[in-house]
């Protein structure tokens, strides 16, 4: 089977918020596959960011897919309105909410695809009985609530076990990485077994943003040829730390339906 191609999704907490209409077209006419929109509220993590109306006055500027990213606590209460808002894809935290299963439910009921959040201390086992519902599972590289962190090396290990577990599935489920990603880390990251790449800093934070893009590009690319030729996921996290991720297979798949940006269907 094919590859699974990257995808590049631009966080927009790293943007300059007197120009978010501008910054979101920006980076989408620089190749941005998705707009990763990450919601706060100051409870759940430790800062605040925008809500639904923001998320609203976006959708008329890009149409690029929205992947948005509930840090908040509860999370139940606010499906509705940022799926009305213009969300592709909601994702939540395990800890958000005592029924990770209803609101997995209520995310695709609303018609659209639906995420699960591991922070750097939440285990696998959080996905048990929900990975059927999954459209993504986004891993923590940092801890959230705050742009600019450097990556955490450890999560490598849970992306490559995560990685062999989706594909255990046999379902188009997107494994998507959010933290200090960088030209630096990704190949890592994409060696590891990841196939969504969320880029604050490494993009906002650049003089070309079309640039930046191509170059997180470029280096996941380094990290599908590093991880070529090899059946075996395991040792994946040790060679990309040690800069030998050679002979690593990441995850085979089909590009889901509306093209190399759609968002996938994982349990569709």
């Given at each position: 089977?094919?590859?699974?191609?990257?995808?590049?999704?631009?966080?927009?907490?790293?943007?300059?918020?007197?120009?978010?209409?501008?910054?979101?077209?920006?980076?989408?006419?620089?190749?941005?596959?998705?707009?990763?929109?990450?919601?706060?509220?100051?409870?759940f993590?430790?800062?605040?960011?925008?809500?639904p109306?923001?998320?609203?006055?976006?959708?008329?500027?890009v149409?690029?897919?929205?992947?948005?990213?509930?840090?908040?606590?509860?999370?139940?209460?606010?499906?509705?309105?940022?799926?009305?808002?213009?969300?592709?894809?909601?994702?939540?935290?395990?800890?958000?909410?005592?029924h990770l299963?209803?609101?997995?439910?209520?995310?695709?009921?609303l018609?659209?695809?639906?995420?699960?959040?591991?922070n750097?201390?939440?285990?696998?086992?959080?996905l048990?009985?929900?990975?059927?519902?999954?459209?993504?599972?986004?891993?923590?590289?940092?801890?959230?609530?705050?742009g600019?962190q450097?990556?955490?090396?450890?999560?490598?290990?849970?992306?490559?076990?995560?990685?062999?577990?989706?594909?255990?599935?046999?379902?188009?489920?997107?494994?998507?990485?959010?933290?200090?990603?960088?030209?630096?880390?990704?190949?890592?990251?994409?060696?590891?077994?990841?196939?969504?790449?969320?880029?604050?800093?490494?993009v906002?934070?650049?003089?070309?943003?079309?640039?930046?893009?191509?170059s997180?590009?470029?280096?996941?690319?380094?990290?599908?040829?590093?991880?070529?030729?090899?059946?075996?996921?395991?040792?994946?996290?040790?060679?990309?730390r040690?800069?030998?991720?050679?002979?690593?297979?990441?995850?085979?798949?089909?590009?889901?339906?509306?093209?190399?940006?759609?968002i996938?269907?994982?349990?569709?």
């Amino acid at each position: 089977m094919p590859s699974r191609p990257v995808r590049i999704a631009p966080s927009l907490l790293a943007a300059d918020f007197a120009r978010l209409g501008e910054e979101a077209r920006a980076v989408a006419e620089a190749g941005a596959d998705w707009l990763h929109l990450d919601i706060m509220d100051g409870h759940f993590v430790p800062n605040l960011s925008f809500g639904p109306v923001v998320v609203r006055a976006l959708r008329r500027h890009v149409a690029i897919p929205f992947d948005v990213h509930l840090m908040i606590a509860p999370a139940d209460p606010y499906l509705e309105a940022f799926a009305s808002a213009g969300a592709d894809l909601i994702s939540v935290h395990p800890e958000a909410g005592p029924h990770l299963h209803r609101t997995l439910q209520t995310i695709r009921a609303l018609g659209k695809r639906a995420g699960v959040v591991l922070n750097p201390a939440t285990p696998l086992a959080a996905l048990d009985h929900v990975l059927d519902l999954c459209d993504l599972v986004l891993v923590m590289a940092v801890n959230p609530g705050f742009g600019g962190q450097a990556f955490l090396a450890g999560q490598l290990d849970k992306i490559a076990a995560l990685r062999r577990r989706i594909d255990a599935t046999g379902r188009d489920i997107a494994l998507q990485v959010d933290g200090g990603i960088t030209a630096a880390t990704a190949p890592a990251c994409i060696a590891a077994g990841a196939d969504v790449l969320v880029a604050g800093t490494a993009v906002f934070g650049a003089a070309d943003y079309g640039q930046a893009i191509a170059s997180l590009r470029s280096s996941a690319g380094d990290g599908l040829r590093s991880s070529a030729g090899d059946d075996m996921r395991s040792g994946a996290s040790d060679n990309a730390r040690g800069g030998a991720a050679d002979g690593l297979r990441i995850s085979a798949g089909n590009i889901p339906r509306g093209g190399a940006n759609a968002i996938p269907q994982g349990a569709g």
